[in-house]
């Protein structure tokens, strides 16, 4: 049974700074990982999803590496702004065909002004 | 084109009442995905449907909940004599076949809806 787990649970740093959010995956038989951003009472918006074939994915800001063989991925934030404060969720798929996915418990991030 | 669509987005029931949630995926997916996020706690899959199949319900409660993907329409998540623990955001998301394309690589990223949250009087 897969298991993901992000940590820290919650992180506050100061504005201008550069961060990692940490998930980790029991199951390393993956083929994507991705993570997500969910801001208080709304829903879930994908940032980034990175193939098991990849070793980076970058948008903007936001780049997510990922290790298979040690069932690690990181989502590093580049220059904190306020507006980055919300919920960050990493979660994988079950199977090819069956995508269901499982999420990480998330890390609440908090960027200090 | 319009994101994935859920109503209600609030909705309060007193114990024994019927919930009905309704999602519309984005146009041209075929595949509907349910989770449920009970507060403090991380998101937990419920149930894969296709149209009018369900694939995988392995996350349901075996009892009081049922959910449908019929040809037209909505897909409905439907709780029947609610209790307060059923109080949690029900979200959906929706995603289209997944595809193989040039380089191996597979588009099934899954795009949610808002969510409804559902309290429990």
């Known amino acids: 049974k897969q298991e993901v787990t992000q940590i820290p649970a919650a992180l506050s740093v100061p504005e201008g700074e550069n961060l990692v959010l940490n998930c980790s995956f029991t199951?390393?038989?993956?083929?994507?990982l991705q993570w997500f951003r969910q801001d208080p009472g709304k829903g879930l918006t994908s940032l980034l999803l990175?193939?098991?074939?990849?070793r980076e994915q970058t948008s903007g800001r936001l780049n997510a590496s990922l290790d298979k063989s040690s069932g690690r991925s990181t989502l590093y934030i580049a220059a904190s702004q306020p507006g980055d404060s919300a919920t960050y969720l990493c979660a994988v798929p079950y199977d090819f065909g069956n995508e269901k996915l499982t999420f990480g418990t998330g890390t609440r991030l908090t960027i200090i002004p | 084109n319009a994101g994935v669509m859920q109503n209600p987005r609030h909705l309060v029931r007193r114990r024994g009442q019927e919930a009905r949630l309704r999602c519309s995926p984005m146009?041209?997916?075929?595949?509907v995905y349910w989770y449920r996020q009970l507060p403090e706690e991380g998101l937990k899959f419920m149930v894969y449907?296709?149209?009018?199949?369900?694939?995988?319900e392995s996350g349901m409660p075996k009892e009081r909940f049922s959910a449908e993907f019929p040809k037209e329409g909505p897909s409905i998540l439907r709780i029947q004599q609610v209790v307060r623990g059923d109080s949690a955001a029900y979200f959906c998301a929706s995603s289209p076949p997944s595809s193989t394309v040039a380089g191996g690589r597979t588009k099934n990223i899954q795009y949610f809806g808002a969510g409804t949250r559902l309290s429990v009087l």
């Open positions: 449907l296709q149209k009018e199949n369900i694939i995988d």
């Open positions: 199951d390393s038989a993956i083929y994507n």
């Open positions: 990175i193939q098991s074939s990849q």
């Open positions: 146009k041209g997916h075929s595949h």
